[in-house]
């Protein structure tokens, strides 16, 4: 079955850096479109950063400039590398993969920034 496994989430305080990974599984990776969203208390989820099938790459506005998307299609893993980490950071990040109709997520990882 289709697993996404999210890892490398912490407190950290501000300024610092973390990187998620999301390990996949049950599915062909390299067909589908990965994504970062994250969701704090009392919010939406939110689209963080996507890469495609080809590489393509986007970010919502809030993190450009401090985070980075990255996969290995080799090992079925989608990386999220957040520098500069701010308090409004703070959520529990989920791994996505797309390809339409599927869409599954990952159990989810606590990112937590605070001094």
């Known amino acids: 079955q289709v697993q996404l496994v999210e890892s490398g989430g912490g407190l950290v305080q501000p300024g610092g850096s973390l990187r998620l990974s999301c390990a996949a599984s049950g599915y062909i990776f390299a067909l589908y479109t990965m994504s970062w969203y994250r969701q704090a208390p009392g919010k939406q989820r939110e689209l963080v950063a996507v890469i495609g099938t080809s590489g393509t790459i986007k970010y919502a506005d809030s993190v450009k400039g401090r985070f980075t998307i990255s996969r290995e299609n080799a090992k079925n893993t989608v990386d999220l590398q957040m520098n500069m980490l701010k308090p409004e950071d703070t959520a529990v990040y989920y791994c996505?993969?797309?390809?339409?109709?599927?869409?599954?997520w990952g159990q989810g990882t606590q990112v937590t920034v605070s001094s």
């Open positions: 996505n993969a797309n390809l339409s109709p599927n869409n599954y």
